[in-house]
């Protein structure tokens, strides 16, 4: 089987293994045991019953808790649960070692496949957004909607923000910039991640730059840190570089499933010149596009992004009467500012 080549798996009668839920300021986490892989799942109690069921997946670097403050906007509009992918945030490494684009995407649809969740409605930031491009292009029965935010696409001009993360790919490198950096204060790290995620770090709130060191300081204890950094980013890169029917962009074009595509205007990795690229490639998309959000326009700008989401789902017919009706009193003004492990 080629490595781009995702089964369907697991079989319908293996059942994940789920732990004790925990709360965390109003979000659920649980780790959820499926062959091969650990995922780490964060939820929010829906609003009511019956409400469609969505997964969120993170960058680079990033978590689950990237999406938090989405989540909050549209827990009256779905059954949201954001994964954290293999090797970041709360998930262990996968057996395999499988980092690439293609395992990740393995283990987001033998997540859905054993919870009985599909057809979702997907959303990716970043790496998340390529994996997701993967999922939707090769398992279109699991996916309702797609909402892309500054996707991880195939460009020949690279972003010059986004270098590093292709040197990380190089053997040796992380190694390297390990030693390089090891004076480095969790402080300083999410200052340079804040610089380069954001278009306007004033935006992130003393709370949310707190928080987001604690979770620096927690990561960087983990034995398999620079481990899942390097060989997610070589996966990255080695998925840049694939051609023919496994071509992300050649992936893009067999999505069936409706698409919102989000690009910021100071988006630092993934050119703001990619956005009509995949609005052409996409064939059922939308293009959301604002001027001044950087990278992870979802929690800069969750309020806007919230509300293209809910036009999505009312231009594809899955806004059901009752259900825009509990979404108009969704928008509660809640802090979108959180840094915490924001990832490329």
């Not at 970043?126 to 292009?137: E, K, L, P």
Request: charged content about 20%; proline content about 8%; glycine content about 10%.
């Amino acid at each position: 089987m080629s490595s781009t080549e995702l089964p369907s798996v697991p079989a319908s009668n293996v059942l994940p293994k789920v732990s004790p839920v925990a709360v965390e300021q109003g979000e659920r986490v649980r780790s959820v045991g499926l062959p091969g892989v650990t995922l780490t799942v964060r939820s929010r109690p829906p609003r009511r019953e019956g409400l469609p069921p969505a997964l969120y997946l993170h960058g680079l670097g990033g978590s689950s808790r990237n999406w938090s403050a989405l989540m909050a906007r549209l827990d009256g509009l779905v059954d949201g649960e954001a994964v954290d992918l293999p090797g970041f945030g709360d998930s262990p490494p996968p057996d395999d070692g499988d980092y690439s684009v293609t395992g990740h995407a393995r283990a987001v649809i033998r997540f859905l496949d054993a919870a009985g969740r599909g057809p979702v409605h997907l959303l990716g930031n970043s790496m998340g957004g390529a994996v997701a491009t993967r999922v939707a292009a090769v398992r279109p029965d699991l996916v309702r909607t797609l909402t892309l935010v500054s996707p991880a696409l195939p460009e020949i001009f690279v972003q010059r923000g986004a270098v590093p993360t292709g040197l990380l790919a190089l053997p040796g490198v992380a190694s390297l910039f390990t030693r390089w950096t090891r004076d480095w204060t969790a402080e300083q790290r999410v200052l340079g991640v804040m610089a380069l995620c954001y278009g306007d770090p004033a935006r992130v709130t003393p709370e949310g730059f707190r928080s987001a060191v604690e979770e620096m300081e927690r990561r960087l204890r983990l034995p398999y840190f620079w481990d899942a950094m390097a060989r997610s980013a070589r996966g990255i890169v080695n998925a840049y570089t694939l051609g023919g029917q496994h071509s992300l962009w050649r992936q893009a074009e067999r999505v069936l499933a409706p698409t919102l595509l989000v690009y910021g205007g100071r988006d630092q990795l993934v050119s703001f010149r990619m956005a009509q690229r995949a609005a052409r490639a996409f064939r059922d998309s939308r293009l959301l596009t604002l001027p001044e959000a950087g990278h992870v326009a979802m929690m800069e700008y969750p309020d806007v992004v919230a509300t293209a989401f809910r036009e999505l789902l009312a231009d594809a017919g899955e806004l059901p009467e009752t259900t825009a009706a509990a979404a108009a009193g969704s928008d509660e003004k809640t802090d979108g500012s959180d840094t915490e492990g924001a990832g490329s």
